[in-house]
């Protein structure tokens, strides 16, 4: 399926079909959609979080106000992103990571230290972090539909919950977004969307 008819034809899952789980390579596939996602200076500030076992499942489903898109589906994934801390130019998490790129690691330091600057003024870090995150849930979606497999993206949920059940530090990292996976047990509903005429402006 070329994207834009994966475009076209993904919609908000809501149950899946539990007799049909993905398979390791769909997994793997989904999962590279989203490390291959761009993101903010090429820091990749997030870790994927993709939870197959019923056990862990039963858990986050708990987290996620009792959403049967996660309860049925054979994955769901939490993107978590890094905590502000992480993000100061100076700190050698960034230090490591801009490390990686041709050129003066100075060079690459200063170059991201005024649009760190204009964040923490605006008090927009964390925000600016979550983002990163949609981003990878996006093309996750979009990619998992080029395969004929459904999803849903998932903003309601208890973040510390989740934190809890993927053991993860709250002082080190936020949930940004999470969203289900898998082969649908639904009829595939028509997309409502508006025209470009009412959407564009040309300028």
């Known amino acids: 399926m070329d994207f834009l008819s994966a475009m076209k034809r ?11 789980p993905l398979t390791e390579a769909e997994i793997s596939q989904i999962l590279e959609f989203g ?7 090429g820091l990749e500030p997030w870790s994927f979080h993709a939870v197959v076992s019923g056990e862990k499942k ?38 490591e990571r801009g490390g990686r790129f041709p050129g003066s690691l100075d060079f690459f ?30 093309n996750m979606m979009t990619g998992a539909r080029t395969m004929g497999i459904q999803s849903c993206a998932i903003e309601g949920f208890d973040e510390q919950k989740v934190l809890d059940v993927l053991g993860a530090d709250p002082a080190r990292w936020q949930v940004s977004l999470l969203a289900s996976f ?11 969307r508006l025209s470009a005429e009412e959407l564009v402006v040309f300028h």
């Open 182 to 192: 898998g082969h649908p047990a639904e009829a595939e509903r028509e997309k409502i």
């Open 35 to 41: 490390r291959l996602t761009p993101t903010s200076f």
């Open 10 to 20: 993904r919609f908000a899952c809501k149950r899946y079909d539990q007799s049909n």
């Open 58 to 95: 039963e858990q986050l489903y708990r987290a996620c106000f009792e959403q049967e898109t996660v309860s049925t589906s054979a994955m769901t994934v939490a993107v978590l992103v890094h905590t502000a801390p992480y993000m100061d130019p100076d700190g050698r998490w960034v230090r």
């Open 109 to 138: 330091v200063e170059d991201y230290r005024p649009y760190h600057t204009f964040l923490a003024e605006e008090g927009r870090i964390d925000c600016w972090l979550r983002s990163q995150g949609y981003l990878a849930i996006a």
